[in-house]
């Protein structure tokens, strides 16, 4: 695979191993919320969204993996993922958030990670993608950018829902 910098190899190393196990933690916090719901409509969403996190993880992986035929340092991201410096904060965060309740959760995640921060974190991943001639990179980038937008109003909603079951709110 040719690309127009050389570090672009190193941001793809960066994001399968940082950001792509995320997703899958991701994936499971919100199923695992979803669940603890009483009303159908968070529930659902919660479920749609876990299966969003999932396909992104999987698109990313599957993207990425053409990579691996050629550049070394992406054959074992998940085991790095435990391992190596950088994404210990988010790492952290995601840990977190998981081993909460479901209301922490939908506040980091669905609301702050979600809302803050996936905009961050794709939008200029997705130009670099696009600039070194990664398509299937770029196209993994567009499809889960789609999906954030709803995964924001997911977060916002459900919150306001939460917020209503107790009177005194």
Not at 93 to 117: K, R, T
Request: net charge negative; hydrophobic share 40%; aromatic share 14%.
């Amino acid at each position: 695979l040719n690309v127009t910098d050389a570090r672009y190899i190193n941001a793809v190393k960066l994001f399968i191993s940082g950001i792509s196990p995320l997703e899958y933690v991701a994936h499971r916090g919100f199923a695992h919320a979803g669940r603890a719901f009483s009303g159908p409509g968070p529930r659902v969403a919660c479920l749609m969204q876990s299966l969003d996190e999932i396909r992104h993880a999987q698109t990313q992986v599957h993207s990425i993996s053409n990579y691996n035929k050629y550049y070394n340092g992406m054959h074992d991201f998940h085991h790095m993922h435990g391992r190596v410096w950088f994404p210990s904060v988010p790492k952290s965060f995601f840990e977190d958030a998981i081993s909460a309740g479901p209301f922490e959760f939908m506040v980091s995640i669905g609301f702050s990670f979600e809302y803050v921060l996936t905009n961050l974190l794709f939008v200029p991943f997705v130009s670099g993608a696009a600039y070194n001639g990664d398509m299937g990179t770029m196209t993994f980038g567009f499809s889960a950018q789609s999906d954030e937008a709803r995964h924001m109003t997911l977060g916002l909603e459900v919150i306001k829902f939460i917020l209503e079951q107790d009177p005194a709110n």
